[in-house]
């Protein structure tokens, strides 16, 4: 996705953040860099808003569920081998 209009960070690029983003897994000065774009862009407003949204529900819905033992260190070996930006 991306909005047409220039910004320092490509709309793309924010939004594969997102989630780091929303659990502040990234650098505060990365953070400052996305909630600026996010600031700027109203179509990556929106979809970060969806985001937020979905978060939530997932959290009122599986309130009472507890991951399996290990399951966030395989999540997370897993992803760091997708060579995420963060």
Do not use: W
Request: proline share 5%; aromatic share 6%; glycine share 4%.
């Amino acid at each position: 996705m991306s909005c047409g209009d220039p910004h320092e960070v490509d709309c793309r690029e924010v939004l594969s953040e997102v989630y780091f983003y929303l659990d502040a897994e990234c650098a505060d000065a990365r953070r400052a860099i996305i909630r600026q774009h996010l600031d700027e862009c109203t179509p990556c407003l929106r979809e970060f808003g969806i985001e937020q949204e979905v978060r939530a529900l997932v959290q009122r819905c599986c309130r009472q569920e507890v991951a399996p033992n290990g399951l966030k260190d395989r999540l997370r070996a897993k992803l760091s081998d997708l060579d995420f930006p963060r």
